[in-house]
């Protein structure tokens, strides 16, 4: 087992996971409560890398990020050099991936949550603000918890996009999943396969945990 | 600096203010469009609003909470206004510092009594707040729960834990949406005695939304009755649940026949009461009441649960026994309406079959045959 490829797939697994808690919630609460009429479209961006091959995802990730492009290109101004191939542009590419599966199951708890809670809040003086922290996050702890664990899960066993975006450089873009393929690619079954354990038993895990915390949850999803 | 009795006392000088309310509101529905007006003014203490589901009570409920905005009209509290359609005013929801109970109470269930009567105190110091609550806690005997959550206590408890997180926030207003519907009489009107007493120091205007027509005679002092979306009676439970001529009212209250009457004596031990029928000499058994002895009551009796018989009736269960002539007879549909003079004029509804065999006539004497429970006391 490598163990620097571990931790770095461990890392970008936390890392990602991370940021669609810090981006998917406020998605979600949009895409819960708005009444806007074009929403169904915001609903199918999100949906979009359910389908997506990731090969299709990858390559257009790594298009934006490139030097050709003008995030790329600001990047670059910015930093000195590209997101292509770059644990950085790894994590983009990974949020964008894994977005679904945060923002779905936070969407789908939030507009669990009763109405007429909401409604008590604000007769009590609440902003809706404090309304979203106190009453409908505590009450959203199984999807919360379901968005987190199948967004840590699917990063760490994300392969094509990863091959994209971040090559196969190893300690910066070289996750479990892309050396399997290697050790498989020398016929090092043994190797392999002790990698392909830890991800399967990391997965069963995050899905145990998944169903452990709310089955009705699960049934909503991913096309409530 | 404050302290925490300065707190509380400064919180409980509430100044009674009346609501005045005038709102039009069209909600499009599927099958028929709905438009609720409406133009009335509330004053401190317990109004009612009746009317049968689908009248706009709700809608209005929620026009004066803000959480429903009118189309135009204006709503005020006092000197504080809530809406006003032509000056462009709509106070948000949590500015408005209304207690409102919503039919299913709605109570926060992750968080404990204390927590769901402390979420609406913001503002205050800590043992401020702790103040409050334990005296409202106090008030509405709820003391004993305070550390569980609304899914392990029993529906009276979460109503009075509904009341009090409405009531402790100091409201102007308080709004309460049928929330005793799932309650028994008794502890239903235990609640409301808490209510009442509440009220008594704060003073503030009550609407409170029922289609129970005993709930009315039991708590309002005032009624507005709805229908269709417009106030079609106002007034004392008794001036507006007796009015003549209002098809609605009669069908509401369910009593064809409502007749004031005095208690003349209760007996306790057998928890029943003898009435006598204002403005006759009929005596009347009917169950014990709360009720002093020679207090003025009303007394409500379906047509339907009145038998009628042509001779005096031996040995029968039934304890209220009374002779009258029929007045005149009416038939509708397939029932008959008598009405009878004994004294007062009672309604009476027969099956053709019953008439016929009996061969009334207006002018025949009968007798009218009323069980006690049949016999239904309201304060007027």
């Given at each position: 087992m490598d163990w620097q490829t571990f931790w770095l797939t461990m890392r970008l697994a936390v890392l990602v996971t991370a940021v669609l808690v810090m981006i998917g919630i406020p998605i979600a609460y949009w895409i819960a409560y708005s009444r806007w009429r074009w929403k169904f479209l915001a609903e199918a961006i999100v949906a979009l890398p359910i389908v997506l091959p990731p090969t299709v995802l990858g390559f257009y990730v790594l298009l934006a990020l490139g030097s050709h492009s003008p995030l790329g290109r600001w990047w670059q101004t910015v930093t000195g050099h590209t997101l292509a191939f770059t644990f950085t542009g790894l994590v983009i590419g990974s949020v964008i991936y894994s977005l679904p599966f945060a923002v779905q199951p936070f969407a789908a708890s939030f507009a669990l949550v009763d109405p007429k809670l909401l409604a008590a809040s604000a007769t009590l003086g609440a902003s809706k603000l404090r309304t979203f922290v106190q009453v409908v996050l505590p009450l959203s702890m199984p999807g919360l918890v379901t968005g987190v664990a199948l967004s840590f899960a699917h990063t760490m066993g994300e392969f094509g996009v990863v091959l994209m975006v971040g090559g196969n450089i190893p300690g910066v873009t070289r996750t479990l999943s892309i050396d399997i393929y290697d050790q498989f690619e020398a016929f090092n079954f043994a190797a392999a396969n002790q990698t392909a354990l830890v991800l399967l038993a990391i997965s069963f895990a995050a899905l145990c945990l998944v169903y452990g915390t709310n089955r009705k949850l699960w049934t909503l999803w991913p096309w409530k | 600096m404050q302290t925490d009795e300065q707190i509380v006392i400064a919180r409980t000088k509430a100044i009674s203010h009346s609501l005045c309310g005038r709102v039009t509101k069209r909600l499009p529905g599927t099958d028929r469009e709905f438009t609720l007006d409406v133009d009335f003014t509330i004053s401190p203490g317990i109004t009612i609003l009746l009317g049968a589901s689908g009248a706009g009570k709700t809608t209005l409920l929620d026009c004066m909470a803000g959480l429903a905005i009118p189309d135009s009209g204006r709503i005020e509290v006092g000197k504080r206004v809530f809406f006003d359609s032509d000056r462009r005013i709509n106070l948000p929801v949590p500015d408005r510092r209304i207690g409102y109970v919503f039919q299913d109470l709605a109570l926060f269930p992750h968080l404990t009594t204390a927590g769901n009567i402390a979420y609406g105190l913001t503002g205050l110091e800590r043992s401020g707040q702790r103040h409050l609550i334990d005296a409202i806690l106090e008030s509405f005997r709820i003391s004993h729960v305070r550390?569980?959550?609304?899914?392990?206590?029993?529906g009276g408890e979460r109503q009075r834990v509904a009341l009090a997180r409405a009531l402790v926030i100091d409201p102007c207003l308080l709004l309460l949406d049928e929330p005793m519907a799932a309650l028994d009489a008794r502890t239903k009107s235990k609640i409301i005695d808490d209510l009442r007493v509440w009220n008594r120091e704060h003073r503030i205007p009550i609407l409170y939304v029922t289609h129970s027509r005993e709930e009315v005679f039991a708590l309002g002092e005032r009624v507005i009755l709805l229908e269709n979306g417009r106030i079609i009676a106002q007034g004392t439970p008794h001036a507006v649940m007796t009015a003549p001529r209002q098809e609605t009212i009669a069908q509401l209250a369910g009593f064809e026949n409502i007749v004031e009457a005095v208690a003349?004596?209760?007996h306790e031990d057998r928890g029943t009461m003898t009435c006598r029928i204002g403005g006759s000499s009929v005596v009347l058994e009917t169950p014990l009441v709360r009720a002093e002895v020679g207090s003025a009551l009303c007394i409500g009796i379906r047509a339907g649960d009145i038998l009628l018989a042509t001779s005096r009736p031996q040995g029968l269960s039934a304890r209220n026994i009374i002779p009258g002539r029929v007045v005149s007879l009416e038939q509708r549909d397939v029932i008959v309406s008598v009405r009878v003079d004994c004294g007062v004029e009672m309604e009476v509804h027969l099956t053709l079959a019953a008439r016929d065999a009996l061969q009334l006539q207006p002018g025949s004497e009968v007798w009218l045959i009323v069980k006690t429970h049949s016999c239904h006391l309201m304060t007027c």
């Open positions: - | 550390g569980r959550k609304p899914g392990e206590i029993s003349i004596a209760a």
